[in-house]
């Protein structure tokens, strides 16, 4: 029912487009014939809320955000132009579910893992993300200078994240880290005082430093090695258009698109000093 | 003489012996039915390996196994400390609320207007509330500790419950016990904590154990204010490894856990069904 439903609306889209003379251009002139989810069109997964500044105002749909710019940008690699892409809400947890997904890939600030490869399959990375710490001017870590400064801190994270991984893994406080839901309500429990500092990646650091809190700052970032934590689209395990993403997502990177989209839409986070 | 059973006798349990043979039997016959008919839908799926892999995967429930159990450590203060302070309030609750004495009116309106808010407010708002919110007005000596918030949320939300379930009790004993209680020359109080009490509590004790194992559970919903928990120790795993078996460790460790209080509930009902039998109460 569904599929057929699918084939009438791409059969009327075409009948529509000749009715109406347009000539095809170029680079839909290759009729996108990808195994997609509902033929001709691509549908894309993403979190709701989906937050700044990856996305604007929680509208995927609007092309607005790095990650919407970045979703778009793929999609026309493939033939798709924005007409012809689909936007569904994502949860986390349905990311990582196995089996089918409901969309022919994810965007959501999901870091490549080789543990996680083994439940989905990953497009090649297109943001090479850092994390950073951000704090409030009250708190006692205002001024720390090393990861040393932080022994003492109780810092909080949003589950899923690598974030809570760089809690653990490089700062090591002494007190256990506070994992949070959501980025929101990790912010209301930094307003409160409830934790020192909280770790996210950091143009979502630079946004809610700036944004959400404030007398918001960034403490520092930590420096991975270059491309060790990357960004990457979500696909089922095993899907027919893994390689067909990552290409596309090889020539945006070749071809500078993805340094000039998050340079449009990611603030510039050469300015957070490295904490050692 | 000994006794002999008549014929009739041995016929009738003869029969019976038979009856009960073929039940067994029956009973046998389409349980295995039944679990086989499930065994072959489960995992005749086409995504039952997928699915094995994903929940019931040993590697990942060895691995996720000390972070859950470190995490069900906390569920375990956090459901001692809270079923104690929720009896002892839901207790005095249930007391101002069934009380008589037209001085006590105010009491009574707070109490009355306490289990109407509690019982009705999503236990996550109240987290919310409590957890979030509380701190967020910046009183000095207020905690801002997530464990202890939380725990503050789960006595308000469920002594609300539990007063209702004591409440009932109280009201379940016949009055002519507390009228006689007046006449042996007992004190109001004293009747209240010699006479009416002691049975009220003993008609409710099931319900109310039914309300501590669903605390149990719900102690894990702290996490949301950040304290890591079993569940939340679960989550952690799960998002390294894109794999759903910590959940299934943490679950079968809450099951665990609650069986033992459920199997006590259970054998307290029929140890009292037992007895009001014996007393000839049915």
Redesign the interface.
């Known amino acids: 029912m569904k599929k057929k439903l699918g084939i009438a609306v791409t059969v009327a889209a075409l009948v529509g487009s000749f009715s109406l003379g347009f000539t095809t251009t170029a680079s839909s002139a290759a009729t996108p014939s990808l195994p997609t989810l509902t033929k001709g069109f691509l549908t894309i997964g993403t979190d709701d809320p989906a937050y700044t500044p990856w996305f604007d105002s929680n509208k995927p749909t609007n092309g607005k955000g790095f990650e919407s710019a970045v979703a778009f940008a793929v999609a026309k690699q493939l033939g798709y132009p924005a007409s012809k892409v689909k936007w569904v809400k994502a949860p ?1 947890n349905t990311v ?4 089918k997904k409901k969309f022919d890939f994810d965007i959501n600030e999901v870091s490549i ?1 080789p ?2 490869a ?3 399959d990953f497009s090649t990375g297109y943001y090479d993300v850092a994390q950073a710490l951000v704090t409030t001017s009250k708190s006692k870590i205002a001024k720390a200078k090393s990861i040393a400064d932080l022994a003492n801190a109780k810092l ?1 994270a949003s ?3 690598t974030s ?2 760089t809690i653990t893994g490089v700062i090591k406080p002494k007190a ?6 959501t980025n929101d ?2 912010t ?2 930094l ?5 020192d500092g909280l770790v996210l990646d950091l143009p979502t650091a630079f946004y809610v430093a700036a944004a959400s809190l404030k007398d918001g700052l960034i403490v520092g970032q930590f420096a991975p090695k270059a491309g060790s934590d990357q960004f990457g689209l979500v696909l089922t395990k095993g899907s027919a258009l893994t390689k067909s993403v990552s290409a596309a997502v090889d020539a945006l990177r070749a071809n500078g698109t993805l340094k000039a989209l998050a340079a449009k839409w990611l603030s510039n986070t050469a300015g957070a000093p490295v904490l050692k | 003489m000994t006794y002999q059973p008549s014929p009739l006798r041995l016929q009738r349990e003869a029969a019976r012996r038979r009856v009960s043979r073929q039940s067994t039997l029956v009973a046998l016959i389409s349980t295995i039915a039944i679990a086989s008919v499930l065994v072959i839908v489960v995992t005749g799926a086409p ?1 039952f390996k ?2 094995r ?3 019931f995967s040993w590697h990942y429930a060895v691995s996720a196994f000390p972070h859950v159990l470190s995490g069900l450590w906390l569920n375990l203060r956090v459901m001692v400390i809270a079923e104690i302070f929720v009896l002892i309030l839901g207790l005095l609750i249930a007391l101002a609320r069934t009380s008589h004495s037209p001085i006590l009116y105010p009491i009574r309106l707070i109490a009355t207007i306490y289990t109407d808010i509690f019982r009705g407010l999503p236990l996550l708002l109240v987290l919310f509330l409590v957890g ?1 919110g509380v ?2 007005l ?1 009183i000095s000596w207020i905690t ?3 464990v202890v918030l939380g725990t503050t949320s789960l006595v308000l939300t469920y002594s609300a419950y539990v007063a209702e379930v004591i409440r009932a009790g109280i009201e379940a004993v016949n009055p002519a016990q507390r009228m006689a209680g007046r006449a042996l020359g007992l004190t109001q109080s004293q009747t209240q904590s010699y006479v009416v009490l002691p049975q009220a509590l003993r008609k409710v004790a099931p319900p109310l154990l039914n309300d501590l194992v669903s605390l149990q559970k719900d102690s894990g919903l702290i ?6 928990d079993a569940i ?1 120790s679960a ?2 795993e ?7 078996t910590p959940y299934v460790v943490a679950g079968a460790l809450f099951v665990a856990l609650t069986i033992p209080l459920t199997r006590f509930t259970d054998w307290l009902t029929r140890k009292q069904d037992r007895a009001r039998v014996q007393q000839g109460q049915w």
Do not use: H, W
């Open positions: 986390f990582i579910q196995p089996g893992t543990e996680r083994k439940a989905v909080g589950v899923g994240s809570y991984a256990k880290p506070a994992v949070f839901d309500i990790a209301q429990a307003i409160n005082g409830q934790i | 995504g997928l699915v892999q994903s929940f979030l701190p967020g910046q801002n500790s997530a996490s949301v204010l950040g304290a890591i939340r989550g952690i799960t998002a390294q490894s894109f794999n759903f």
